[in-house]
């Protein structure tokens, strides 16, 4: 293994964020924030408990899944597409690396920047609401499991996409309604039987109900069906990225 | 390091044998390409654009997926062996490709730990100052101008200190200045034992700076071989001799020589092959002294590499 290789794709792609820090952090802090006082204070006080958990507590894991699930994916495309785009990628295919030492270092910093993130936007939550974690492991391991196949995600839309309006339409077409569907502001049982059921083909919503069954003991689906969701799809997106450097297929002739 | 330690100066260190690439787009651009390279010389891969260069290049260094054939460095496979090859392999590509926004400094020691080596901020200096780039190395890639960008992914190429250098089109669109100073550059790394493989337009850099040339065509090869016996044999000379007093016609007793004659009737040409036993200059002087034409000067010049070329490509198209 290259590790001193893999080291510098993370520590430069980590330096980007640092670099872009209000961008990175404080934009999607800014906005978190609006939700809860909108969503959580505003209108969460004429939403009754669900499952015994104030509105704007309940609303805490869903917004946290948008937030990383969102920029999980921007990051690692960004990350991967740039230096396709301004072409000094030819530098990584020209290194001694292997496509496994490749995405380990641009998907483990956008996974990083993901977790980061995340945790910033659980604290700030708890200056809005009380925020309780009965199953705190579990609650790091979907984190960490999300952060990590988002990232993966969105490094195939980075190495796929052509231009950067492809680049953005994927995220606004595909990762927001997922989530917005995906029971991050409500539980299913509060919707229609059919979208109930349609709703299950929706692998956020495994996400988001495992994510937040660590929080608070409530969940859509069963814990272990989340986390078979999760797994599952890492292994998706890895076989897909493995695929697409066998082929070359967007980034080598 | 044990790695370059088994060749020598002069055996083979890249071996390329019958190597093809065609693109997804059906267009061949190597066809079965046959090239040995030498420990410590200097290439120079001639030809006109869309010949292939830039396609060979890209293969041995990881770039482009070869369709058939195979390459070996210094006897390892670049598909199978790509770690053993590409770390001994420095490539500063046609285009400068850079990230606009880090510093010099930055991204010449990303390069290196892309490459696995231990950072070695002595080195990087040392690489730095050669290219006069010290003075530059904590500026923003983006403030710099063309020509310092050019010389930052030289520094780049250099940063894992190869073996083997490549340099596609080096002097493309860069000033006399530094196209003088990068070939001091590449005099210094020559005499530090480093293989550089070069593609030029300016067939009179490779005329002088390389050892051996090698003419590609449509994908193939169409001649290796030393630059000085290139021009031996192939080489022509041209003797032109300055009349005293103008000529109306070339007399029919020098119609052998296939003399031209200037506008002005001062200046009679003669070309000649300098590898035949007889060039005829003997026997045209006398024939000039028979049939009393004077002449006050005589001057040779032998064909530049770009002659060749050109009558090369030409035969092949």
């Given at each position: ?78 990350g991967i597409y740039f230096p396709k785009f301004l072409g000094h990628i030819y530098e990584l295919l020209t290194a001694p690396l292997s496509f496994l030492e490749i995405v380990l270092g641009f998907v483990g910093a956008a996974a990083t920047k993901s977790l980061v993130l995340a945790l910033i936007i659980l604290l700030t939550a708890t200056f809005f609401v009380d925020v309780r974690i009965e199953h705190p492991w579990w609650m790091i391991t979907f984190l960490v499991l999300t952060c990590i196949s988002f990232s993966l995600l969105g490094f195939i839309i980075g190495i796929i996409s052509n231009n950067f309006e492809q680049l953005q339409l994927v995220p606004l077409l595909v990762i927001t309604p997922l989530v917005f569907l995906g029971g991050s502001f409500y539980a299913i049982n509060m919707l229609p039987p059919l979208w109930q059921t349609i709703s299950l083909f929706n692998p956020v919503l495994y996400l988001v109900s495992g994510f937040r069954w660590s929080f ?38 | ?317």
């Amino acid at each position: 293994m290259n590790w001193r290789g893999v080291k510098a794709i993370y520590m430069s792609e980590m330096g980007r964020t640092i670099r872009t820090i209000v961008q990175s952090l404080v934009s999607p802090v800014i906005s978190t924030s609006l939700y809860f006082v909108v969503f959580g204070s505003a209108i969460g006080s004429r939403i009754t408990d669900i499952d015994g958990v104030s509105y704007g507590a309940f609303l805490v894991p869903g917004l946290i899944m948008l937030t990383v699930l969102t920029n999980a994916v921007s990051n690692a495309a960004f990350g991967i597409y740039f230096p396709k785009f301004l072409g000094h990628i030819y530098e990584l295919l020209t290194a001694p690396l292997s496509f496994l030492e490749i995405v380990l270092g641009f998907v483990g910093a956008a996974a990083t920047k993901s977790l980061v993130l995340a945790l910033i936007i659980l604290l700030t939550a708890t200056f809005f609401v009380d925020v309780r974690i009965e199953h705190p492991w579990w609650m790091i391991t979907f984190l960490v499991l999300t952060c990590i196949s988002f990232s993966l995600l969105g490094f195939i839309i980075g190495i796929i996409s052509n231009n950067f309006e492809q680049l953005q339409l994927v995220p606004l077409l595909v990762i927001t309604p997922l989530v917005f569907l995906g029971g991050s502001f409500y539980a299913i049982n509060m919707l229609p039987p059919l979208w109930q059921t349609i709703s299950l083909f929706n692998p956020v919503l495994y996400l988001v109900s495992g994510f937040r069954w660590s929080f608070y003991g409530i969940g859509d689906v069963s814990i272990f069906a989340s986390l078979a969701v999760v797994v599952a799809f890492c292994i998706v997106c890895l076989v897909v990225i493995w695929s697409i450097f066998k082929s070359g297929y967007g980034i080598k002739q | 390091m044990n790695e370059s330690m088994t060749t020598q100066p002069g055996q083979t260190l890249i071996s390329i044998k019958q190597l093809g690439k065609r693109f997804s787009n059906g267009f061949e651009a190597l066809r079965g390409v046959d090239l040995d390279i030498s420990e410590g010389e200097i290439l120079a891969l001639l030809g006109p654009n869309g010949a292939g260069k830039t396609t060979l290049i890209s293969i041995i260094c990881g770039i482009v997926t070869p369709s058939s054939g195979e390459v070996l460095v210094n006897g390892h496979s670049i598909i199978d062996d790509y770690r053993i090859t590409r770390s001994m392999i420095g490539l500063v590509p046609q285009e400068i490709h850079l990230e606009p926004f880090t510093t010099v400094w930055k991204t010449v020691c990303y390069s290196r730990a892309l490459f696995g080596k231990p950072s070695d901020p002595a080195y990087i200096e040392s690489v730095l100052k050669d290219l006069s780039l010290w003075d530059k190395k904590d500026s923003i890639i983006m403030a710099l101008s063309g020509g310092m960008k050019r010389r930052v992914m030289i520094a780049k190429a250099l940063s894992h200190q190869p073996r083997i250098l490549f340099l596609d089109e080096p002097t493309a669109g860069v000033d006399v200045e530094l196209r003088q100073g990068m070939w001091k550059t590449v005099d210094r790394l020559r005499s530090n034992g480093v293989t550089i493989i070069l593609t030029t337009h300016y067939i009179e850099e490779a005329e002088e700076s390389a050892d051996r040339v090698a003419v590609i065509n449509s994908g193939e090869i169409l001649l290796v071989d030393e630059k000085d016996a290139l021009m031996r044999k192939l080489g022509k000379k041209t003797l032109v001799l300055n009349l005293k007093t103008p000529l109306a016609a070339i007399p029919d007793s020098l119609a052998e020589f296939e003399l031209q004659m200037s506008d002005d009737g001062l200046e009679l040409v003669y070309e000649y092959d300098t590898q035949r036993e007889r060039t005829g200059i003997s026997s045209l002087v006398q024939g000039l002294l028979d049939a009393g034409i004077g002449f006050r000067d005589l001057d040779t010049r032998e064909n530049s590499l770009e002659e060749i070329f050109v009558d090369l490509v030409r035969q092949d198209s």
